[in-house]
């Protein structure tokens, strides 16, 4: 996982500390209802997201790269976004909430449920009385609609 990791953000630090993440997540996910099928397989999974949320923070501004010669004390006293980044997240969100209302009925239900409340496939079912065939296709419609409208913002 380091060598993935270094290989994809070519610091060897950041792989370091992206890979204890990984670790300590996958640690904190022993409590869910179902295992994990292939434990390597979804750490590997874990690692890359949190590569691609560096990446995404680093591109948006919100990962700052401090030099030899900044002083820390006055890196931290200025910790507020910078406009552009506000108004880019404020746009982001309001492009969102537009994808999400676009989504046909139950799609955005199933969504809602599945992505914003956190229900399992099981819950969602037994609340719609669907089959979880049928919630998966609407989960897949809703993201691939979603991701296409907001792709200009990734």
């Not at 955005?108 to 079912?125: M, N, Q, V, Y």
Request: hydrophobic share 35%.
């Amino acid at each position: 996982m380091l060598r993935l990791a270094m290989r994809k953000l070519g610091n060897p630090d950041e792989a370091k500390d992206i890979v204890q993440d990984a670790f300590v997540r996958i640690a904190g996910v022993k409590d869910r209802e179902e295992p994990i099928s292939d434990p390597p397989a979804f750490l590997r999974t874990v690692v890359l997201n949190l590569i691609r949320d560096r990446q995404r923070r680093r591109k948006t501004g919100q990962i700052v790269e401090l030099k030899g010669d900044c002083d820390p004390l006055e890196w931290t006293a200025e910790d507020s976004p910078s406009a552009e980044n506000v108004i880019y997240h404020r746009q982001r969100l309001r492009a969102f909430e537009q994808a999400v209302k676009s989504l046909p009925t139950r799609s955005r239900e199933i969504f809602i449920l599945r992505k914003l409340h956190g229900k399992t496939h099981d819950e969602i079912a037994s609340t719609t009385g669907l089959s979880k065939a049928a919630i998966e296709k609407h989960l897949y419609r809703a993201m691939t609609t979603c991701r296409d409208l907001m792709k200009h913002y990734d």
